[in-house]
Every structure is written in C-alpha cells, then in structure tokens.
C-alpha cells in the first residue's frame, strides 16, 4: 500500500494541500468525470466537519444482466493502458533496431559503445537506488494531526489545509484504506466510476478511502497541475 505523502513546496499556514496520485488508467476517470482525489490518515480532530461517507460493500452494476459485460468507462480505460503499453513497446523496439543496424554498418563499433555505457548505467542507476531508497525515510513518524485541518474548498467540498507553517520535505501520513486490486474489482463496487474516495496507486492498485476510519487525508483534493504533496508508494 502507498506509505508516504510529502510536501513538495513549503507549505504556509491556511494552503491548501493537494496530490496527484493517478496514473493513465484513473487520469481518464478523472477528465470523464472530474473526481477528487482524497487519501487516508486515523484522526479524531474532524468533528466539525463531519464525513460524508459511502457504503463500503460493492455497488449493483447496471451491467448486471449481461454476461462478463464491463461498463463502457472500464474499456475505455483498459484500451487506453493497452495502447501506451503497445507505443512504449513498439518504441524500445524501433530504438533497438537501430541500434542493431548502426553496429552492422560499422557505423559505430559496439566496444566503444557497450561497455562505457553499461558502466556508466550501472553506476548511475546504484546512485539513483540508492537516493530513493534514503529518500523515503519510512522510521519518520508522521506529521501531528493538529497540523491539518479539514475546511470547506471551493467548488469541492470539503479539502485538507495547513493549520500551521510545515516545511518542504516533511512526511505527512501513510496512506490507508481498502485495497483493490484490479481495475475489475474497482468497477464491480463503482460501475459508474464515480468514487469520490478512491486513490490510484498504480493500474493494478487503487485504495478506498470511504471508511471514515481512513481519517484526515482522504480530504486531500486532487490537482493535476501544481499539486503541493507528493505521494510515493512503500518500498
């Protein structure tokens, strides 16, 4: 499950705190149909801005009565990850060949090429593991909850503000709620796409945060562009 959230800028007090947390998959539910992203956090300081919760067990699909029928939005969805899967493919493909074709025309000689590249990758990609790896800190304790506040955002309800001055880099919360795994599973409780609570870790991963046990995060609205936090998945 998705572990951290962070700020990425500064964040002063009263701003609002948003994420970008979809890939491909829930990016097309988000322009169909302009949904918030939320997240999850324990908390017991929301009391004055009481949830609004959903039923957590699944919805009935009006899709019922067709045999192994999906909604038109989840196959849209699948045929859009399927053709930037087929585009990345064709076009790692179409590098390698040229590749193959250079060395064969003597245009360049592949000593001179493999093995300074292949030590300059190595080396790059220990570094770049390594940074990841010391970046996500997973013995911090999250940020007190008396730092956030939920209050109404216009034009989306409810969000999740800053209730105090929190400096870039600081961890926030994990990320918590129900599992699903699988765009199938994610259209059979929300046929119609609409889940006002649901995070998307990756196109085979989304979280459900309607349990209002979920807490403060799952106020955070979604904002595709400038979002405030960054959210990273447990190692």
């Known amino acids: 499950?998705?572990?951290?959230?962070?700020?990425?800028?500064?964040?002063?007090?009263?701003?609002?705190?948003?994420?970008?947390?979809?890939?491909?998959?829930?990016?097309?539910?988000?322009?169909?149909?302009?949904?918030?992203?939320?997240?999850?956090?324990?908390?017991?300081?929301?009391?004055?801005?009481?949830?609004?919760?959903?039923?957590?067990?699944?919805?009935a699909s009006v899709y019922a009565h067709q045999t192994n029928a999906k909604p038109p939005l989840q196959l849209e969805v699948e045929q859009t990850l399927r053709l930037r899967t087929f585009g990345l493919a064709f076009g790692l493909t179409l590098v390698g060949l040229a590749s193959c074709a250079a060395v064969h025309e003597e245009m360049i000689t592949l000593p001179a090429l493999?093995?300074?590249?292949?030590?300059?990758?190595?080396?790059?990609?220990l570094v770049a593991w390594m940074a990841v790896t010391l970046s996500y800190e997973e013995h911090r304790p999250?940020?007190?909850?008396?730092?956030?506040?939920?209050?109404p955002s216009p034009g989306k309800g409810n969000?999740?503000?800053a209730a105090a001055p929190i400096a870039a880099g600081t961890f926030?919360?994990?990320?918590q709620g129900e599992v699903l795994r699988s765009l199938d599973?994610?259209?059979?409780r929300y046929p119609d796409g609409r889940g006002a609570y649901i995070a998307c870790v990756n196109s085979e991963m989304y979280i459900d945060?309607?349990?209002?046990?979920?807490?403060?995060a799952r106020?955070?609205?979604?904002?595709?562009?400038g979002p405030t936090v960054q959210a990273r998945k447990q190692r």
């Open 1 to 59: 499950a998705p572990r951290v959230s962070r700020l990425i800028y500064p964040c002063s007090k009263g701003r609002y705190l948003t994420g970008h947390m979809r890939c491909s998959a829930m990016m097309v539910l988000m322009i169909s149909l302009k949904m918030g992203m939320c997240a999850a956090l324990r908390t017991s300081i929301v009391s004055s801005n009481p949830p609004i919760t959903r039923p957590a067990s699944p919805m």
């Open 114 to 125: 493999f093995v300074p590249a292949s030590l300059a990758a190595a080396f790059l990609g």
């Open 142 to 151: 999250p940020l007190c909850e008396e730092m956030l506040v939920v209050r």
């Open 159 to 161: 969000g999740l503000f």
């Open 172 to 175: 926030l919360f994990d990320y």
């Open 185 to 188: 599973e994610l259209f059979e």
């Open 209 to 216: 945060g309607a349990d209002p046990e979920s807490g403060l």
């Open 219 to 225: 106020w955070m609205n979604h904002r595709r562009r």
